[in-house]
């Protein structure tokens, strides 16, 4: 299968290492994966603070980018979530009934990594190699959007080496919740500290999770309380082999 990556704007600013680890690993399972570099951001932070009409050219540049693509893959819950859950509302909020048709015809190809692995493609076990004790924090775009259920869990169980321990209230938000950590940060840092705590219990090396946006909240929490700890992107550990 040719595979577009959407990197989304967040990665490829401040976490490309995640881009190129989903490279390798789609291409490990032999698949092709192209780069279209016009691709812009998705429109998520325009339109979760309000600015909806700002958010229509960005809708409108992605299904021009992507309007061909056969699969088009992000690793990001976050942004693959507002593709799928609000590209509709802002298409019709456009008043534009060739861009709504546009975004029916798109948006079933936009898949989260960890969804398009097991749920397309069947793959369960993408042979990985990741000897460290790892947790798994599901964030909410994943589970409350996305609905990826058990895929990522079903991905880091076929790691071989990996040794995975379950998060305790693993289904409590995190904090971030983009600009809700900066308005609200009392808020935010209060639900934070739940989170690393349940972390440090389990006695992990790494957190992994499919947002690099929650990864990035948690890991400066981590950091900052010199836990040893390691936020590391789900993509990352599943690109992982014996010989790196």
Known sequence: MRISLFITCFN???FPETGKAMVQLLERLGHTVDFPLEQTCCGQMHY???YQEEAIPLVRRFVEVFGESEAIVAPSASCVGMVKEFYHKVADRSGDPELTERVESVVPRVFELSQFLVEELGVEDVGAYYPHRVTYHPTCHSLRVLHVGEAPLILLRNVRGIDLVELPAAQECCGFGGTFAVKNADTSMAMLGDKIRH??????EACAAADNSCLMHIGGAL???????????????LASTEED
Do not use: Y
């Open 199 to 204: 972390i440090k219990d389990t006695g992990a």
């Open 223 to 237: 950091n900052r309380q010199r836990s040893g700890v390691d936020p590391v992107h789900l993509a990352e550990i």
């Open 12 to 14: 490829d600013t401040l």
């Open 48 to 50: 979760n603070t309000g």
